[in-house]
């Protein structure tokens, strides 16, 4: 396989870029190629341009430790992605990596950790001047409806 130009579709010459510092060699994805299912006629039947990649998450060498021990909680030992978008092999492999790169690169993302924040005294006192209006507006509804026996 042959990845053309820098930084297209996500690759660059000899990887595929998934996050910054994190380039994982084409020689470690493994390519299947097979007949795109549904309708299209002669070509779809006779021409296999549906492109799936996969990649080894357990048995990468490029990998650090880290984002190793992360794909395998979150993803698992290896990750598939198939593509059949379109008629042609080259532009169902360009989406496959692209598409690759996009799951692996959510999976390394970490949620920020939260700031615990306290509600300032204005915001506090907003709150409780709005539940007063709105207790009072029930209440009000209240009276109404006893007034009329």
């Known amino acids: 396989?042959?990845?053309?130009?820098?930084?297209?579709?996500?690759?660059?010459?000899?990887?595929?870029?998934?996050?910054?510092?994190i380039v994982i060699p084409?020689?470690?994805?493994?390519?299947?190629?097979t007949s795109s299912g549904g309708p299209g006629g002669q070509h779809v039947n006779?021409?296999?341009?549906?492109?799936e990649v996969i990649f080894d998450v357990?048995?990468?060498?490029?990998?650090?430790?880290?984002?190793r021990e992360r794909l395998l909680a979150r993803?698992?030992?290896?990750?598939?992605v198939a593509a059949s978008d379109?008629?042609?092999q080259a532009r169902n492999r360009g989406l496959a990596l692209s598409r690759l790169a996009a799951k692996l690169a959510a999976a390394l993302e970490t949620e920020p950790s939260r700031r615990p924040t306290r509600?300032?005294?204005a915001s506090q006192k907003r709150r409780l001047d709005a539940k007063r209006r709105r207790s009072g507006?029930?209440?009000?509804?209240?009276?109404?409806?006893?007034?009329?026996?």
């Open 1 to 21: 396989m042959t990845v053309a130009g820098p930084d297209r579709e996500g690759t660059r010459p000899g990887g595929l870029r998934v996050a910054p510092g």
């Open 26 to 33: 084409v020689v470690e994805l493994s390519w299947r190629f």
């Open 46 to 51: 006779t021409s296999n341009t549906r492109a």
């Open 58 to 67: 357990a048995g990468s060498p490029s990998l650090p430790g880290w984002a």
């Open 75 to 80: 993803l698992g030992p290896s990750v598939a």
């Open 86 to 88: 379109r008629r042609s």
């Open 119 to 121: 509600p300032t005294l």
């Open 137 to 149: 507006v029930k209440r009000d509804r209240r009276d109404d409806g006893r007034d009329g026996d």
